[in-house]
């Protein structure tokens, strides 16, 4: 299921995602149409005694407006302090276990929204991967040039899903296919959307949002800002 093998290799960031978005690994396609009401078709509306919202009523945020990947060219990497640095495509992340959760998504303007994720556990692929014991930090990157991270612990701890189903129906565009990020317990900044790139480091890392003032912790209900 890898198909990235080698040595331990530490890359400059920026360097990394200059090469993921120069070398073919994901193609950024024009939007296609999107039908709302097709979303009803096999959406789930109630999961975990909770009563999911539908999509078409969800809040949304974006960097940089949608980005379109094309599946057939999507690939995701996981590398820095790992032993054995991960290149999977969409079909490799479909392969591995999944869970399904349901998870509210909080944005800091407000608004929130029920809905069921399924995904990979993170840890699975962490654990594949092989993190150095001094990691503490995991990077998420997409194309738009965004970034976040969370603490290692926490997505131990909390089995943190990487997801690709919303409600039982694939991840649209717009939602952040191929994959995104449920940070569950964090602000909707740190769902990382259309993910191409994970990181492990040993040193804390402010995303897009951090950088601006936003707090790195993210926990629901104890929002701060922070001077950058």
């Given at each position: 299921?890898?198909?990235?093998?080698?040595?331990?290799?530490?890359?400059?960031?920026?360097?990394?995602?200059?090469?993921?978005?120069?070398?073919?690994?994901?193609?950024?396609?024009?939007?296609?149409?999107?039908?709302?009401?097709?979303?009803?078709?096999?959406?789930?509306?109630?999961?975990?005694?909770?009563?999911?919202?539908?999509?078409?009523?969800?809040?949304?945020?974006?960097?940089?407006?949608?980005?379109?990947?094309?599946?057939?060219?999507?690939?995701i990497r996981v590398d820095g302090l790992v032993d054995k640095p991960l290149e999977l495509d969409y079909d490799d992340l479909l392969a591995?276990?999944?869970?399904?959760?349901?998870?509210?998504?909080?944005?800091?303007?407000?608004?929130?929204?029920?809905?069921?994720?399924?995904?990979?556990?993170?840890?699975?692929?962490?654990?594949?991967?092989?993190?150095?014991?001094?990691?503490?930090?995991?990077?998420?990157?997409?194309?738009?040039?965004?970034?976040?991270?969370?603490?290692?612990?926490?997505?131990?701890?909390?089995?943190?899903?990487?997801?690709?189903?919303?409600?039982?129906?694939?991840?649209?565009?717009?939602?952040?296919?191929?994959?995104q990020v449920v940070a569950e317990g964090k602000y909707g900044y740190k769902w990382a959307k259309w993910v191409v790139l994970i990181e492990?480091?040993?040193?804390?890392?402010?995303?897009?949002?951090?950088?601006?003032?936003?707090?790195?912790?993210?926990?629901?209900?104890?929002?701060?800002?922070?001077?950058?």
């Amino acid at each position: 299921m890898s198909r990235g093998t080698g040595p331990l290799r530490i890359v400059p960031t920026l360097l990394i995602l200059a090469l993921i978005t120069s070398t073919g690994c994901i193609s950024i396609s024009e939007p296609p149409a999107i039908n709302e009401s097709a979303y009803m078709e096999g959406e789930a509306r109630y999961y975990e005694g909770v009563n999911l919202t539908p999509i078409a009523q969800q809040g949304n945020f974006m960097f940089n407006g949608t980005q379109f990947i094309d599946k057939d060219d999507y690939s995701i990497r996981v590398d820095g302090l790992v032993d054995k640095p991960l290149e999977l495509d969409y079909d490799d992340l479909l392969a591995y276990p999944n869970t399904s959760r349901a998870v509210r998504l909080n944005s800091v303007d407000g608004w929130s929204f029920d809905a069921k994720w399924t995904g990979v556990p993170l840890r699975i692929l962490l654990d594949e991967a092989g993190v150095n014991e001094s990691a503490k930090t995991v990077i998420f990157y997409a194309p738009d040039g965004y970034s976040t991270s969370l603490e290692l612990d926490y997505i131990l701890e909390n089995d943190i899903i990487l997801a690709y189903r919303l409600n039982d129906i694939t991840l649209p565009p717009e939602r952040g296919f191929p994959v995104q990020v449920v940070a569950e317990g964090k602000y909707g900044y740190k769902w990382a959307k259309w993910v191409v790139l994970i990181e492990v480091t040993d040193e804390p890392y402010r995303g897009y949002w951090e950088r601006r003032g936003y707090s790195n912790r993210a926990n629901v209900g104890e929002f701060e800002y922070e001077i950058p």
